[in-house]
């Protein structure tokens, strides 16, 4: 530690991010259900109906357009908070001395618009906070933390299969588009229910992951309430 700099006691940003992404969820969770309903209504129809090959361009200002513009504000939403939570928790973390930590704030937000990197860097970050909270709570209140695996890991591997999924999606609808294939209503139908499971399991795993952090940083807080009001 660098006795040289002072501790400040760490900000309260996890609750912020935590009521973003539960927020989104609740959400995501209808507009998700809609679109597989509409999905399968498209490709599935009823005997009376004639059955199409190729989703229909959606009508300007329809319901289905409009709950895609949510989605992708509500998407945008939560990211910015989440991001922020990411550069706050690590300059918390440098604030209090942690030593050990993978990368700047800077990098550790700036990470997910790096091509390639962003692949590595945005779980590394998390799985960073994780650990070094862990860390620092140990350190300041003297006791040991019960060995939970990190979460880290699983909430990054749902959130890249729901993000790269899409790319599925439209890769299927154009060979589609040129190719009529029979298959084409069962694997949109296939990709959408994966895509759509995988962004709501990463989702439940990432408020859950943001409980038990902010957990430990009032735990933190606490102690180092606790510590500066014997030292005055």
């Given at each position: 530690?660098?006795?040289?700099?002072?501790?400040?006691?760490?900000?309260?940003?996890?609750?912020?991010?935590?009521?973003?992404?539960?927020?989104?969820?609740?959400?995501?969770?209808?507009?998700?259900?809609?679109?597989?309903?509409?999905?399968?209504?498209?490709?599935?129809?009823?005997?009376?109906?004639?059955?199409?090959?190729?989703?229909?361009?959606?009508?300007?200002?329809?319901?289905?357009?409009?709950?895609?513009?949510?989605?992708?504000?509500?998407?945008?939403?939560?990211?910015?908070?989440?991001?922020?939570?990411?550069?706050?928790?690590?300059?918390?973390?440098?604030?209090?001395?942690v030593r050990g930590l993978a990368f700047s704030p800077g990098l550790a937000v700036g990470g997910w618009f790096i091509p390639?990197?962003?692949?590595?860097?945005?779980?590394?970050?998390?799985?960073?906070?994780?650990?070094?909270?862990?860390?620092?709570?140990?350190?300041?209140?003297?006791?040991?933390?019960?060995?939970?695996?990190?979460?880290?890991?699983?909430?990054?591997?749902?959130?890249?299969?729901a993000s790269i999924v899409p790319i599925f999606v439209a890769y299927d609808q154009v060979l589609n588009a040129t190719t009529?294939?029979?298959?084409?209503?069962?694997?949109?139908?296939?990709?959408?229910?994966?895509?759509?499971?995988?962004?709501?399991?990463?989702?439940?795993?990432a408020i859950r992951m943001l409980r038990k952090i902010r957990k430990r940083e009032k735990a933190l807080r606490s102690a180092?309430?606790?510590?500066?009001?014997?030292?005055?």
């Amino acid at each position: 530690m660098n006795s040289q700099t002072p501790l400040r006691i760490p900000k309260d940003n996890t609750t912020y991010a935590q009521g973003a992404i539960e927020g989104f969820s609740m959400l995501f969770l209808i507009a998700a259900g809609y679109f597989i309903y509409y999905i399968y209504h498209h490709f599935y129809p009823s005997d009376e109906e004639q059955f199409q090959p190729a989703i229909q361009p959606f009508v300007l200002f329809s319901f289905e357009h409009i709950m895609l513009a949510v989605i992708a504000g509500l998407s945008i939403y939560t990211i910015i908070f989440f991001l922020c939570w990411i550069g706050r928790a690590y300059s918390n973390l440098a604030e209090l001395h942690v030593r050990g930590l993978a990368f700047s704030p800077g990098l550790a937000v700036g990470g997910w618009f790096i091509p390639l990197a962003n692949l590595y860097i945005p779980y590394r970050a998390v799985s960073d906070i994780w650990k070094k909270t862990n860390e620092a709570l140990c350190n300041f209140t003297k006791t040991e933390m019960k060995d939970e695996t990190n979460p880290a890991f699983s909430w990054w591997t749902f959130w890249l299969i729901a993000s790269i999924v899409p790319i599925f999606v439209a890769y299927d609808q154009v060979l589609n588009a040129t190719t009529q294939s029979a298959h084409a209503p069962s694997n949109v139908f296939i990709f959408s229910m994966i895509g759509s499971g995988s962004r709501v399991i990463s989702l439940y795993l990432a408020i859950r992951m943001l409980r038990k952090i902010r957990k430990r940083e009032k735990a933190l807080r606490s102690a180092l309430e606790e510590m500066m009001k014997g030292n005055d």
